[in-house]
Structure formats: structure tokens, C-alpha cells
């Protein structure tokens, strides 16, 4: 099994639409949850980044984590074209947190 | 805040052949990383540096590749006798180093061994 397992999709949705984006992890001692985006031909770029299970709010996305499942989810709310992008979850495993580990990440396109 | 620079963006190289990148990171981050990332993957986890310090290598870094960051600033990635698996994008990414700091990557090298 492997660390961090993330469905590539790819996603396709109309404008507007609200997107679920998920990841699972398989070990509990994993501290710290991050979504990335990735444009084509771009570095990925942090979106939202936690700590605790619950729900963080930023705009229009809301990243989700629950310990328990070791789940974490994506929410986008009124989903627009330029949202189009891959989305990667990152976890780490607490201290240096040199090691960020990715999923393969979620290809999301939204039409207009 | 000018953002993580890597240099080149591009890299065409043919089998064998030694390749150096140079990434330069926010200039206020003093943890530095290097990740690779290959097509319909997430990045893969390479190297990072404390200042100077490299402190943590994954068993990826096989023994042709070498990272050095020799004034604790810029950073360089050589991959020596270049195959065609080392093809990828080549990421870097930096951080504050205190405590949890999230990376902020570059737009990364993408290297071709042809």
C-alpha cells in the first residue's frame, strides 16, 4: 500500500460546480496536510496547509482532514476555468518536514 | 519575495553526459529541497539543506547525482553519465526552517536524456 493515495482523475465539471478533491494516507503518525496546485509546465503552488482534524476555510476552498479515517479532502466552491490544474495533496510526517509526501495528483478541468 | 529561481528551464542532453542545474531560493528561507517529478506523478522527495547542511538524502539520490549548497544560498543538482529514466522535471523548493514551514517551489528544470 502505498503512503499517500490520491485518485488522478482526470475531473471534469462545469463552471460553478462544487469539486471534491481526496486523498488517503495509510500511517497515523503523519502530522501535517497540504494541498498544492500545479499549472501545466508550473511548480506547484501551496493552496492550504493544516495541522489539527476539523476544517480550514480559505475563499473558496476548504481543505478538510479527518485523523480518525486518515482522509483529507479539497472543497472548491463556485468552481471557475482558471481552477482548471492538477491538485496534489502533500503530507508530512512532522518535524524536519523535509520529506513531503505527494500524491499523483488530481488533473481538474472545468468548463466553462 | 521574488519567488524560487531555477536555471535552465529546459535541458536536452544525450545519454552519458553529466548536467548541472542551479536554483536559487527565497532569500530569507534557509531550508532548500530538491524534488523530482516525473510525467502523471507527484514530486518525489531528492535532497535538502539546512543552510550549507545537507541533512536528509532519499535512496532515489543514487550515487551520480550530487546536490551542493556551499554558501547556505544557491544550490546545485549535477547528474553525472545521464540515462534515460533520469528524464524529469528536477524541482527545488525552499522554506523558512522554523518548525512547520510550508515549501514554496520553483517552475523546475525539466531534463530530457535523449
Known amino acids: 500500500q502505498k503512503e499517500v493515495e490520491q485518485d488522478p482523475g482526470p475531473l471534469s465539471v462545469p463552471e460553478g460546480a462544487i469539486v471534491s478533491l481526496n486523498c488517503t494516507y495509510s500511517n497515523s503518525a503523519f502530522q501535517y496536510f497540504m494541498w498544492y496546485r500545479q499549472y501545466s509546465r508550473k511548480g506547484p503552488e501551496l493552496l492550504m496547509y493544516t495541522y489539527s482534524s476539523g476544517n480550514k476555510e480559505d475563499g473558496r476552498f476548504t481543505a478538510q482532514v479527518d485523523k480518525s479515517s486518515k482522509y483529507i479532502s479539497l472543497f472548491i466552491r463556485d468552481s471557475q476555468p482558471s481552477d482548471s490544474a492538477t491538485y496534489l495533496c502533500?503530507?508530512?510526517?512532522?518535524?524536519?518536514?523535509?520529506?513531503?509526501?505527494f500524491g499523483k495528483g488530481t488533473k481538474l478541468s472545468v468548463k466553462p | 519575495d521574488t519567488g524560487v529561481s531555477q536555471d535552465p528551464r529546459h535541458k536536452i542532453t544525450k545519454r552519458g553526459q553529466n548536467v548541472t542545474f542551479r536554483c536559487d531560493p527565497i532569500?530569507?528561507?534557509?531550508?532548500l529541497y530538491w524534488y523530482r517529478q516525473t510525467l502523471g506523478q507527484g514530486p518525489e522527495f531528492l535532497t535538502y539543506?539546512?543552510?550549507?547542511?545537507?541533512?536528509?538524502k532519499s535512496r532515489l539520490l543514487s550515487d551520480r547525482f550530487s546536490a551542493e549548497r556551499p554558501k547556505g544560498s544557491f544550490s546545485t543538482l549535477e547528474i553525472q553519465r545521464t540515462e534515460q529514466g533520469d528524464s524529469a522535471m528536477y524541482l527545488c523548493?525552499?522554506?523558512?526552517?522554523?518548525?512547520?514551514?510550508?515549501?514554496?517551489f520553483g517552475n523546475g528544470t525539466r531534463l530530457t536524456v535523449t
Open positions: 502533500a503530507i508530512s510526517p512532522g518535524g524536519s518536514q523535509g520529506n513531503l509526501i
Open positions: 532569500s530569507e528561507h534557509n531550508r
Open positions: 539543506f539546512q543552510n550549507e547542511a545537507q541533512l536528509e
Open positions: 523548493a525552499s522554506s523558512r526552517g522554523q518548525g512547520n514551514s510550508p515549501l514554496h
